[in-house]
């Protein structure tokens, strides 16, 4: 087997932490605000036009394929996309009776979100009303991402290797809808919707950059606080370590590289306030 593209090889891994309490799953853009925040963020009433996009949306999403070659280069980097197709993301909100609606999500950033216990998938109502082709395509690569983390049990916990599993939905999604429209995603000035979100995220994962340092940055700011694994996305072992190599050159999964990478971004800060803590005490001159 060749060379494993985006991955860069194993260095030392620090000791995990603790899992901490459970967050949201993140939307397309925020892994860690607390659940509480959401429950309490308001549903608004659905209004026929609402109720036209969405169902638009859900239409591209069932029309989704993943390009060929796309779901192996992302196995390579261990990153497993929870569905095969939009059409299985479509049937599993079918079954599971899941209600998609514009949601007030107050000041969160996120574009959606998914939520377990009201077994609904949230769009940020930022987006209401715009019924442009390129905003029907981004809500729908924003569902199927959603989806994903309904899939399985669908818990709200969430983890980085189960955003990194669900973000390449989206991109996934991105890449196909950018070949079968080309015009689609080259104007994103108007919709954070599309660049802070699924055009991202579809640049990051097909980063001509071997080691994916834009996006490995990208993932530890927004989701490197998260638990490494969570039920049903466990971090995959990545095989063909190289005999001339050994294992301490094996590839390291893109979610250990983030988690490692989080780590060391925690360890290296300042701590002034310790350090001056610790510095011996000086009296004024008597
Ligand atoms: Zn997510």
């Avoid at 390449?168 to 080309?182: C, M």
């Avoid at 005999?243 to 250990?256: E, H, V, Y």
Wanted: hydrophobic share 35%; net charge neutral.
């Amino acid at each position: 087997m060749g060379s494993i593209p985006g991955i860069s090889i194993n260095r030392y891994t620090p000791p995990l932490p603790p899992r901490g309490n459970p967050f949201v799953t993140g939307g397309l853009a925020t892994g860690a605000a607390p659940l509480s925040a959401y429950n309490q963020a308001g549903s608004v009433v659905q209004t026929s036009q609402d109720q036209a996009i969405l169902q638009q949306a859900l239409t591209l999403l069932g029309q989704v394929r993943h390009l060929p070659g796309d779901d192996e280069y992302l196995k390579r980097m261990g990153v497993y996309p929870v569905f095969q197709n939009g059409q299985q993301a479509l049937q599993l909100i079918q079954q599971k009776g899941i209600r998609v609606e514009f949601g007030d999500m107050g000041d969160s950033p996120a574009h959606a979100q998914w939520i377990a216990e009201q077994n609904r998938i949230m769009i940020n109502q930022r987006y209401r009303g715009d019924s442009s082709p390129a905003t029907l395509y981004a809500i729908s690569e924003a569902l199927y991402h959603e989806a994903g983390h309904a899939a399985g049990n669908g818990d709200d916990q969430s983890s980085i290797q189960e955003e990194l599993n669900c973000l390449a939905l989206n991109t996934l999604a991105h890449r196909f809808h950018r070949v079968i429209n080309p015009y689609y995603g080259q104007s994103v000035a108007h919709s954070p919707l599309l660049s802070d979100g699924v055009t991202l995220y579809a640049q990051l994962f097909f980063d001509p950059d071997p080691q994916k340092r834009a996006l490995i940055r990208r993932v530890v700011q927004k989701y490197g606080d998260l638990p490494l694994e969570s039920p049903g996305h466990p971090v995959p072992r990545l095989l063909s370590v190289p005999r001339s190599t050994g294992p301490i050159n094996a590839p390291a999964p893109l979610a250990q590289q983030i988690k490692t990478a989080y780590w060391l971004q925690q360890v290296s800060r300042p701590i002034n306030p310790i350090s001056q803590a610790l510095q011996p005490a000086t009296f004024p001159a008597s």
